[in-house]
């Protein structure tokens, strides 16, 4: 399912950041290498939607040791706490740089159809809830006002003297996540978060998706 939603995501248009899969860690050692340091580690697994929750997400490893020492303790931690999950082995994904971190996300209801939602990441959809709704099909003028809508917008827009965020680049994700919901029906929830946002692009860090 992992490979599923990034691949999604990619024929959405959605950025996403370099990652590679690995079944051994002597292999993950040889992706990380690839990637460049420092890098994320996830679990691999059809059966493990939210990773973290089991232990299968490590952040920021910066070395070899790091690495193969994060995979076994990973898959120790995992299959301990969920024992009859298939375990495919883990992927690695280059670090993100720090930059601001909002929520991209989906659920089908059963009267409205699909309906997008977008906030600001971390404590605000967390405990404030600052978010907005569209139905789908969403354009660019919708994705707009669905950004500006709520209270949190004008950190997007540089307020207090922040940078300002690349809301064009928001605007394709939302607009290409309409898209991609139209294409394949059968995707019941879809998460983007956080989908880290920078003065000149964005990229999505983390995806969960749930279909039929």
């Known amino acids: 399912m992992e490979e599923v939603i990034w691949e999604r995501l990619r024929d959405a248009n959605i950025p996403v950041l370099p990652m590679i899969r690995a079944s051994t860690a002597a292999k993950a050692v040889d992706a990380a290498n690839v990637l460049g340091y420092p890098v994320v580690m996830k679990i691999l697994s ?6 973290s929750d089991v232990g299968g997400v490590v952040l920021s490893l910066g070395s070899d040791g790091e690495v193969e020492a994060a995979y076994h303790t990973m898959m120790e931690r995992v299959i301990s706490m969920v024992s009859n999950a298939r375990i495919k082995g883990v992927v690695l994904q280059k670090m993100a740089q720090p930059g601001l971190e909002v929520i991209v996300g989906a ?4 009267q409205f159809g699909h309906v997008i939602m977008f ?8 405990i404030c809830r600052d978010v907005s709704f569209r139905v789908t099909p969403v354009d660019r003028e919708m994705a707009r006002q669905m950004i500006l809508e709520i209270k949190g ?3 997007l827009g540089g307020a207090r003297g922040r940078t300002a965020v690349d809301m064009e680049k ?3 994700v939302i607009t290409g996540l309409s898209l991609l919901l139209d294409k394949y029906p059968e995707i019941l929830e879809l998460d983007i978060n956080p989908l880290v946002v920078y003065p000149d692009g964005a990229y999505a860090v983390d995806a969960r998706m749930l279909s039929h």
Do not use: A, C, M, N
């Open 153 to 155: 917008s004008p950190i």
């Open 170 to 172: 928001i605007i394709d």
């Open 107 to 110: 659920k089908r209801d059963p």
């Open 46 to 51: 059809p059966d493990i939607s939210h990773k």
């Open 119 to 126: 906030g600001l990441g971390g404590i605000f959809v967390e």
